[in-house]
């Protein structure tokens, strides 16, 4: 009876002159070299693409496929299906060839929408979804002992003619799409469509409670021989399958114009392709569910991965396509939470570690470029290029719909790379890729990328993923201190070096990003200055060297800003607060950064100097006189130090200048005739004096740059009493002696 029906289905075959025969089963690992080469979603087929038949062979089948139809074939064929599927299961019906052969016809009969909806009345759909499973109770894994090589790739390849008959029966047809959303079956396809990686993850377990030692490279014993090619060649043909739900993957995968590509995307009804998007990002979802739900390892298993990526690589692919080509899809991918799934550990930290399965052989099969079964994967700057790639193109996809001209609201967009941002942010690299995205959305969608990182507050988490990164830095470089024994020439070495370059590359890029924003938003500095987070996380950032000349350049471009209302004054009493607390930062005990500290005190004199009355208040106000005089109180250095001695008496000065409150609350904190500072400035000058201190003190007794060759007026008192003070100490010293009476020529009393 067997023998008949394949005879029957043969000659309904014949004559509609497809391209399949009894004898000829194609092979998963045969299909590989076919592949096109070409840098778009790759349709892996066993046949040759539709466009080499010729016009009369196609008016040929088109019209036998009209007859077929008319002589209820359809009905027949189904039914058919029906029964193999049910001798399968009952184990009555294990040969595989009647399956193909009935599909492949049942594939060129449901290709129009009559045809569809036909099917779709006498439950053809259903038929093909359960087809999808396991069509056999033999092929379960306490059986598997019986299954040859041959009869896997035949079951293997069974289920992709399935998904692909399943495709063409719904594809174009909303009606019968939404037979697959309903009754609970989008669960059942996502269980279909996973059950090979999960029928090797349990034979895995069952010969781990037997101690057997199992690879993907080779899995032993007599059932399996699973090779890496093998299974990666069938993760590319389901995901092809998978996606030609949305797009024809047999005309766009042979097709290198993109504007043909378009105008196929276009040629699709847009309410199908609506539901489809939909339809695939749910099934995603619960795919990946069932991944996790069925793999007791924290680290999965490499076959899942290699599964997993494919499917993500290509759907990611398809995706960008669809919305490139119909922008108005994008509220659709939104609803049904496309970033939520892409940015997830499903997706874009999906089995990322150092021992991933290397992906970068899903490319290459695409291009032709498998030479060997065995991959190697013990290379981590390997691991860095192949991990990246579902990473990179979950990026590509999001920067492309949130800089989209029909997108005037991308804040989803936008939190979706700052979560991902935050998440990753211990890797530099991974970092970097995503500062440089969100520098691209804000160049290309200013407008609408201004409002979302007004309402996300995206520079300040940017400015703490800048700080996180300058802190390792500085972990960095104590490790390196501590360590003196690590040689420059070790790999721990050279693996702490180039850590610290991608570091510190990121910090720059985060910085990077906040100059940009300020320059181009109009209120962008305002912001920031009533930003407490922001101004805390720029002040961090101030101790990291490399960076700290353009830290600077920001601080001061606040300091600035003109004080409009009282909010304004508020915050740069902060500012002024904040860059106080610097100045002893970097004076902390065994961590004294004389220069950073003398390059606090120049530009803060510089910051009075744009406004003198204004500044000298605020900083009073601020407790700056007792972290300017403790600067002084510690270990000097006669040779380094002096510098600092002297900016801090010229600092004072500039603070005193003209304002009788500040030198009244000076002389209350430091004594009349300045006697604490006198104490501290004794206490360096062990040794004799030099005539830089001289011109210090000078200028502080009459407020201004003191010149020997102008009549000047003595306008603070104290500091007289400071002078003739130190004066007294060091009357000895020949350089200050020579001056003394040239100086009194010059000083009177006001």
């Known amino acids: 009876m067997l023998n008949i029906l394949v005879c ?77 599927q049910r001798l399968n299961l009952k184990e009555q019906c294990i040969d595989l060839s009647l399956h193909f052969i009935t599909l492949c016809i049942l594939r060129s009969t449901v290709s129009g929408t009559r045809a569809q909806n036909h099917l779709r009345s006498i439950g053809g759909l259903e038929i093909l979804l359960d087809g999808l499973g396991l069509p056999s109770s033999k092929f379960s894994v306490p059986r598997q002992s019986s299954i040859s090589k041959n009869e896997r790739d035949e079951i293997l390849l069974l289920q992709i003619q399935y998904l692909q008959t399943l495709s063409e029966a719904v594809f174009g047809n909303v009606n019968n799409l939404q037979i697959l959303f309903e009754n609970g079956r989008v669960h059942k396809f996502a269980n279909c469509i996973c059950w090979p990686a999960f029928m090797i993850q349990m034979f895995h377990w069952q010969n781990d409670s037997t101690k057997a030692s199992l690879t993907l490279d080779s899995v032993s014993g007599p059932t399996y021989s699973l090779d890496r090619t093998e299974w990666i060649d069938y993760s590319i043909k389901l995901s092809n399958a998978f996606c030609s739900f949305v797009l024809p993957s047999e005309d766009i995968g042979y097709c290198s114009d993109e504007i043909a590509v378009s105008q196929i995307v276009l040629s699709i009804p847009l309410a199908y392709l609506e539901q489809s998007v939909r339809w695939i990002i749910r099934i995603l979802m619960t795919v990946f569910l069932c991944i996790r739900a069925c793999t007791k390892e924290t680290e999965l298993p490499h076959h899942i991965k290699i599964f997993a990526k494919t499917l993500q690589y290509y759907v990611i692919r398809m995706f960008k396509r669809v919305l490139i080509s119909t922008p108005a899809l994008l509220p659709a991918f939104r609803e049904e939470g496309v970033w939520d799934l892409l940015f997830s550990g499903n997706f874009f930290y999906f089995g990322s570690s150092i021992e991933d399965t290397c992906f970068h052989t899903v490319t290459d099969i695409q291009n032709g470029n498998v030479s060997s079964n065995r991959i190697s994967i013990h290379s981590e700057s390997l691991y860095r290029t192949d991990v990246k790639i579902l990473q990179v193109e979950a990026i590509s996809f999001l920067e492309f719909a949130a800089t989209l001209h029909e997108n005037t609201y991308n804040m989803p967009e936008c939190s979706a790379l700052l979560d991902a941002l935050e998440h990753c942010i211990s890797d530099p690299l991974l970092v970097s890729t995503l500062l440089k995205s969100f520098r691209v959305i804000l160049q290309l969608a200013t407008e609408h990328t201004l409002a979302s990182f007004e309402s996300l507050d995206v520079i300040t988490r940017v400015l703490k993923a800048a700080c996180r990164q300058a802190q390792e830095l500085r972990n960095f470089s104590n490790f390196l201190c501590s360590n003196v024994s690590i040689s420059q020439d070790s790999s721990q070495f050279k693996n702490i070096e180039g850590r610290t370059e991608d570091t510190l590359i990121c910090t720059e890029l985060a910085l990077s990003l906040f100059m940009e924003y300020v320059t181009i938003s109009i209120d962008g500095r305002i912001l920031v200055l009533h930003n407490a987070d922001c101004i805390d996380c720029l002040f961090d950032l101030f101790h990291e060297q490399n960076i700290r000349e353009h830290v600077l350049e920001q601080v001061l471009a606040l300091f600035r800003l003109p004080s409009s209302s009282a909010e304004d004054h508020t915050a740069k009493l902060q500012l002024c607060s904040k860059y106080l607390e610097n100045l002893a930062r970097a004076n902390e005990k065994e961590k004294v950064n004389t220069e950073l500290l003398i390059d606090l005190l120049v530009n803060m004199r510089e910051i009075i100097m744009m406004d003198h009355m204004y500044y000298q208040n605020l900083f009073r106000d601020e407790g700056c006189f007792l972290h300017i005089i403790s600067l002084l109180n510690g270990n000097f250095n006669k040779v380094t130090d002096e510098r600092l001695v002297l900016n801090v008496l010229q600092t004072l000065t500039l603070l005193l200048e003209g304002n009788d409150a500040s030198k009244g609350a000076f002389r209350l904190l430091v004594g009349a005739g300045y006697q604490t500072l006198q104490s501290l400035i004794l206490d360096f000058y062990k040794w004799s004096p030099s005539g830089r201190l001289l011109d210090a003190l000078l200028s502080m007794l009459v407020d201004c740059k003191f010149k020997l060759d102008e009549k000047t007026t003595i306008k603070n008192e104290d500091a007289v009493v400071l002078l003739l003070n130190i004066l007294q100490k060091h009357v000895t010293s020949a350089l200050w002696a020579c001056n003394l009476t040239a100086v009194a020529q010059t000083i009177h009393y006001k």
């Open 8 to 84: 029957i289905i043969t000659i309904i075959s014949n004559f509609m002159k497809l391209d399949i025969t009894v004898g000829r089963i194609p092979h998963i690992t045969d299909t590989t070299k076919h592949t096109p080469s070409c840098n778009h979603l790759a349709a892996v087929t066993s046949s040759s693409p539709d466009r080499t038949i010729s016009d009369t062979l196609r008016h040929w089948q088109q019209k036998a496929t009209v007859l077929v139809m008319e002589a209820r074939c359809v009905n027949w064929l189904v039914e058919l299906l029906h029964t193999v």
